[in-house]
């Protein structure tokens, strides 16, 4: 087996961090589950930094899914408390953009809905005055 294993990524730049936020909080609203993913990483916020080393520990095992640099950038990102406040905040607000359309398309389904139900009781109501 002879691959070459970078070394240990010790720092990460604040634009490398902001990226990261945004794509992981995009991969979380795209997929429905931003109030879930703001629960979680709520809920295990006091214990970030022990996850970040925690990540660092199954760092060999992880090599073989992940791709070892950016599983490091990862691991950094979370370590720093403003990151995972950032990260809580982005998805707050791509979740909220997200339901604010599909709040806009729900509205306009429900009107072409109540449109035709009202021109279907029309032609109903017009038949039967046209009959007496």
Not at 26 to 46: D, N, Q, Y
Not at 66 to 79: G, P, T, V, W
Not at 109 to 120: G, L, M, T
């Amino acid at each position: 087996m002879n691959k070459n294993y970078p070394g240990i990524i010790s720092t990460i730049s604040d634009e490398e961090a902001y990226e990261m936020i945004d794509k992981v909080a995009r991969f979380i609203v795209s997929r429905h589950l931003g109030s879930a993913g703001i629960l979680l990483i709520e809920s295990l916020h006091p214990l970030h930094s022990i996850g970040s080393q925690a990540m660092y520990f199954v760092m060999p095992f992880a090599e073989i899914i992940f791709d070892s640099e950016k599983y490091q950038r990862f691991a950094l990102m979370i370590q720093k408390e403003e990151n995972i406040k950032a990260l809580v905040a982005r998805i707050d607000e791509l979740d909220e953009e997200l339901n604010r359309e599909r709040r806009a398309q729900a509205r306009l389904r429900s009107k072409r809905r109540k449109k035709i139900f009202k021109n279907a009781i029309n032609k109903i109501f017009n038949k039967a005055k046209h009959k007496s």
